[in-house]
């Protein structure tokens, strides 16, 4: 994307973002691995008390999910995120030194195989739990070409920097506004498109019951499969003791055609958002409450066989 600069204050402010940024990753690249995760433990700790409304978001969703524990939960999903920052900053030194592969095992990886054999591409679909970029990692190391669907920042230059930076573990990125069309591309060319179907999708989204609530949620892996008749799979990355990351991956399926449209995107999106809610009750921790998942309400929705736009 190229930088819309909007006035020098502006760009001053962007590129002074960019530079903190980057010296944070320096920081934690230079650092042992396990002193840059204590020093990302107490970050996290500054941040519970220092980001309140964020906090609170994530205390008081996980307390309605889990009931009395759910406030441990949440600020324990604090530090997880954290970790799981610093674990990605390092993934392309790690990757280049072996160490990181030793650290993943693949749970379905016939799901994964069986999903490519169709020879449409590969719809892959999480959210942000666990060690979630691990996967993308995975698959790219493996040869295959890896295409991520990101929602882009308003500063320009970080979404550069960013760019740079997932191209350096072998994947992609396709900005939201406009995955559609780049990500029936990307299926064209046989590649595996990951989508985060986590995040609440606004007015545009389809909604879904999820940990309790109805939550708008993308309709975009449904309508790839729909348009394309590539495959979906499921997966998710559960962080192991030691730092070790399990991958597992669900068996695949086509969102079915045969049905009116609207139906075929609910069937599909309940059956992803229901894999992804297991997960998220086996390690909730694991899970980022502080986004405000439930923040649209059903009345705002628009038709389920609409496309994004």
């Keep these: 994307m190229s930088p819309n600069t909007g006035g020098l204050f502006t760009s001053v402010a962007w590129g002074v973002q960019y530079c903190l940024g980057r010296c944070g990753q320096a920081a934690v690249l230079l650092l042992p691995e396990v002193l840059a995760l204590a020093a990302g433990r107490v970050v996290a700790t500054v941040l519970w008390t220092a980001l309140r409304k964020r906090s609170g978001i994530a205390r008081k969703e996980a307390t309605r999910v889990l009931g009395k524990r759910g406030a441990e939960v949440a600020q324990g999903s604090f530090q997880h995120l954290m970790e799981t920052i610093i674990r990605t900053m390092r993934a392309p030194r790690d990757r280049s030194s072996g160490r990181w592969e030793r650290r993943v095992e693949i749970r379905g990886l016939e799901n994964l195989e069986r999903a490519v054999a169709m020879g449409r591409g590969v719809i892959a679909v999480s959210g942000h739990f666990g060690d979630w970029e691990t996967f993308n990692i995975a698959l790219a190391a493996r040869g295959h070409r ?39 591309q990307a299926l064209r060319e046989g590649g595996v498109l990951t989508l985060y179907v986590d995040q609440d999708a606004r007015h545009q989204g389809i909604f879904v019951p999820f940990l309790g609530r109805a939550a708008s949620t993308i309709k975009a892996p449904a309508l790839l499969s729909l348009k394309s008749g590539a495959p979906i799979l499921g997966f998710a990355v559960t962080r192991q003791p030691g ?67």
Excluded: C
């Design 146 to 184: 890896v295409f991520v669907v990101r929602r882009a920042m308003d500063n320009p230059y970080m979404n550069r920097g960013f760019e740079s930076f997932w191209k350096q573990v072998g994947t992609r990125v396709i900005w939201r506004k406009g995955a559609m069309r780049e990500g029936l």
């Design 243 to 309: 730092g070790r990351s399990l991958i597992q991956i669900e068996e695949p399926f086509v969102a079915d055609a045969s049905l009116p449209k609207s139906d075929a995107v609910l069937a599909s999106t309940r059956k992803l958002t229901e894999a992804l809610e297991k997960r998220i009750l086996e390690a909730p921790e694991q899970w980022m409450w502080i986004h405000r998942r439930w923040k649209t309400k059903p009345e705002e929705a628009v038709p389920a066989d609409a496309d994004p736009a």
